[in-house]
């Protein structure tokens, strides 16, 4: 099974996407993980996709399609869950052309708890591990003991480009999944548990 996670900037993708992986056979692939693994390493695409980031402004589609093709060839090109990506429609009928997608999830939050949970966030330099500041006990990582750190683009201003590039550019791709009967709608307001049960039933 090949799926999409669909959702506003602070949705929830990410959390969901841990448990999706825990729970079901599904590759994990988030564009927004690869471009901060790029960034860290500071590669040519890492350079390139900061200057965009930084900004709350999309990647360019060129750049972002070829991430997107070795991550899905690394994958074997089945059974895998993306995260981020397609984000306009250019990049979805480009998904389309390579790999069939069977489902995907939209997880749907009122916009005015969007800034709160993202500005909130914070990510283990360790291990990954994100979470919300408001549970954090000492400033480090519950899983690991590392330190947590906000990603660059989860300020107040970043945050507000990157919603507006949410409505204006990605949030069209709810009507073009709609119309090709692939997508399922799960209310994202409840806790990340109660969440994941509604994906559950998408999924099954
Ligand atoms: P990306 O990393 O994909 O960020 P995003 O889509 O903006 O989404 P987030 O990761 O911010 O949110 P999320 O939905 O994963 O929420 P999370 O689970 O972390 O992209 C970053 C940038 O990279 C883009 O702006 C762009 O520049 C570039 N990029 C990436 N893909 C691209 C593409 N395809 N094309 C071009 N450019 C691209 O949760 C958020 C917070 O809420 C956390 O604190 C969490 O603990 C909390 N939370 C989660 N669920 C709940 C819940 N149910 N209740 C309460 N709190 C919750
Ligand atoms: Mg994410």
């Known amino acids: 099974m090949n799926i999409i996670l669909l959702g506003a900037p602070g949705a929830g993708k990410g959390t969901q996407a841990t448990r999706i992986e825990e729970n079901y056979n599904l590759k994990h692939i988030s564009t927004g993980d690869i471009f901060r693994h790029h960034m860290r390493q500071q590669t040519e695409v890492g350079m390139l996709a900061r200057s965009y980031i930084k ?50 999830i939209d997880i749907s939050v009122d916009f005015d708890v969007l800034t709160e949970r993202i500005c909130g966030r914070r990510n283990c330099l360790e291990c990954g591990y994100t979470t919300h500041v408001s549970q954090l006990k000492g400033g480090v ?60 039933k998408v999924l099954g």
Do not use: H, W
């Open 55 to 104: 900004k709350g402004q999309l990647v360019p589609d060129e750049v972002t399609l070829r991430i997107v093709e070795i991550a899905l060839k690394d994958a074997g090109m089945k059974d895998f869950m993306l995260d981020g990506f397609p984000r306009n429609i250019n990049q979805a009928e480009a998904l389309d052309k390579i790999v069939g997608i069977d489902k995907v």
């Open 141 to 200: 990582c519950p899983k690991c003991g590392g330190e947590m750190q906000q990603r660059m683009d989860d300020k107040e201003e970043t945050v507000k480009s990157r919603l507006t590039v949410y409505s204006e550019q990605t949030a069209p791709l709810i009507e073009y999944y709609k119309s090709q009967g692939k997508l399922f709608t799960v209310d994202g307001m409840g806790t990340p548990d109660e969440v994941f049960g509604e994906v559950r």
